[in-house]
C-alpha cells in the first residue's frame, strides 16, 4: 500500500504566474483534501473532491482551483501568484464510504515560494 | 468562524521534564484529532478523540477531550529528543457536500534537548 504522495517538492515562481500542484492519493481512498501551511502556522482548508466533485471549499479566492481524476489523484492550480501564496502545500487523502469519511492521511506537501 | 487557539506557542524543555500542550476553542466540534509534524513532513495523526471528557493515552503521551466538547489538551510524560516536533490539534467539521474538513490550531513548537 502506498501512502499520499505529491509533486513537485519544492516550486520558485514570480508574481503573476501560474502553478499545478499534484497529489496521488492513498490506495483506496476516493477523497482528497487541499490545505495551505504558511510558515509557523497551522494548515488551512482550501478545498475537497470526492467522486471528481468539489464537496466543499474554505476561505480562498476563486484563482485557487482544483481537479480530481478518476483515479482519485488530485490538482491543485493557483492563478496569477501573490507573495503571500508562499507556503507548503498539503494533500491529505481518505476514504468515504456510505456518506462517512474516515481518517485523513497527509502527504509531504509541495513548498511553494513566490518571488 | 472556528478558531482553535494552542497554548504555549513556543516550548523548549529538558528530557526528562513532563510537558502539557493546550488547544481552545469557542465552538464545539464533533471531533477532535492531534497530529505531530517534522520538518519537510505532513501532519502525522497521532489520536483522534469525539466523546466529551475522553482521556487516551499512547504510551507517554495522555490525551483528554473537555467535556464540552471545546478544548483538549496533550500531556507528554519524561518528554525524549524525538518528541522534539510541531504539534497540531484540529477539529472535526462538516462540510456543506457531506465530507469533513479540518480546522487546525495555531501549533505548538516543541523542542527536547539533552
Known amino acids: 500500500e502506498t501512502g499520499v504522495t505529491q509533486s513537485p517538492t519544492h516550486l520558485i515562481k514570480t508574481r503573476g504566474q501560474q502553478v499545478t500542484l499534484r497529489c496521488s492519493s492513498q490506495?483506496?481512498?476516493?477523497?482528497v483534501s487541499w490545505y495551505q501551511q504558511a510558515l509557523g502556522q497551522g494548515p488551512q482548508f482550501i478545498f475537497q473532491y470526492y467522486r471528481e466533485e468539489e464537496n466543499g471549499r474554505g476561505n480562498f479566492p476563486p484563482r485557487f482551483s482544483g481537479l480530481q481524476f478518476p483515479n482519485y489523484s488530485s490538482e491543485l492550480n493557483v492563478n496569477a501568484l501573490e507573495l503571500d501564496d508562499s507556503a507548503l502545500y498539503l494533500c491529505?487523502?481518505?476514504?468515504?464510504?456510505?456518506?462517512?469519511?474516515?481518517?485523513?492521511?497527509f502527504g509531504p506537501g509541495t513548498r511553494l515560494l513566490v518571488l | 468562524t472556528q478558531l482553535l487557539e494552542q497554548s504555549p506557542q513556543f516550548l523548549s524543555i529538558q528530557e526528562g521534564e513532563n510537558l502539557t500542550v493546550y488547544c481552545n476553542s469557542s465552538?464545539?466540534?464533533?471531533?477532535l484529532q492531534w497530529y505531530r509534524q517534522e520538518p519537510g513532513e505532513g501532519p502525522v495523526l497521532l489520536v483522534t478523540v469525539v466523546t466529551g471528557g475522553e482521556v487516551k493515552k499512547l504510551k507517554r503521551l495522555t490525551f483528554q477531550f473537555g467535556d464540552a466538547r471545546k478544548d483538549s489538551s496533550l500531556h507528554i510524560t519524561a518528554a525524549q529528543p524525538g518528541d522534539t516536533g510541531l504539534y497540531l490539534c484540529a477539529g472535526g467539521g462538516v462540510l456543506t457536500g457531506g465530507g469533513n474538513k479540518l480546522t487546525f490550531g495555531t501549533g505548538t513548537q516543541l523542542k527536547v534537548e539533552l
Open positions: 490506495s483506496g481512498h476516493n477523497t
Open positions: 465552538s464545539v466540534f464533533s471531533s
Open positions: 491529505a487523502s481518505s476514504q468515504t464510504v456510505g456518506g462517512y469519511q474516515e481518517t485523513q492521511y
